[in-house]
């Protein structure tokens, strides 16, 4: 076996190949954050980037609850309280129903 740099080493060890790229978690869905503070209510939402934008999740339903700048402008604490605000909304219907459950 030819000798790996220490790079294709640690791709070996986790995809099992040397060239590949691993799946980082932060790659897709799977941020999931609390927004909290404030008098705001507070929601959890799972984050994704897409090009200059950060969208905000559902993480139950993957809902999509609002988004804002990826560069985090001056409006973003605007945003991130409309996106708390639907969240907290949205959430409370799914307690609602899981409570209808027997
Ligand atoms: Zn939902």
């Known amino acids: ?3 790996l740099t220490a790079e294709q080493k640690i791709r070996q060890r986790l995809t099992g190949d040397p060239y590949t790229d691993p799946n980082f978690q932060h ?3 799977a941020i999931t954050r609390w927004l909290t503070g404030g008098i705001a ?3 959890h939402v799972n984050l994704q980037q897409k090009n200059d934008q950060i969208i905000a999740f559902c993480p139950q339903c993957g809902k999509e609850l609002g988004q804002f700048d ?3 402008g001056y409006k973003t ?3 991130i309280a409309k996106i708390r605000e639907e969240g907290s909304k949205h959430q409370q219907q799914h307690l609602e129903e899981s409570n209808q459950t027997p």
């Open 77 to 79: 604490p605007e945003k």
């Open 70 to 72: 990826a560069d985090y």
């Open 41 to 43: 209510p507070s929601t």
């Open 1 to 3: 076996m030819k000798n």
């Open 27 to 29: 790659d897709g869905i």
